[in-house]
């Protein structure tokens, strides 16, 4: 289960997602998807020149969460 923090850089993570590569991201599917996550967060890490710093910050917090591998 995710605390407070957690949930808000889920949160966070989902909006800045939806901003740069136009993706929505499924927060119950994420959550429980190993396999979805791996794939949120590579796209998360794609730099590009619409990539964020706080984008790839929260992707690298939230594999660390879920021991993600990408």
Not at 6 to 21: E, N
Not at 25 to 32: A, G, H, S
Request: include cysteine.
């Amino acid at each position: 289960m995710l605390n407070r923090d957690q949930m808000h850089s889920l949160g966070r993570f989902t909006f800045l997602m939806r901003k740069t590569y136009n993706q929505k991201v499924e927060t119950e599917r994420f959550i429980n998807d190993a396999e979805y996550q791996n794939q949120m967060l590579a796209l998360a890490a794609r730099i590009s020149d619409n990539t964020s710093d706080e984008l790839l910050v929260l992707a690298m917090e939230l594999g660390t969460k879920f021991e993600c591998v990408a």
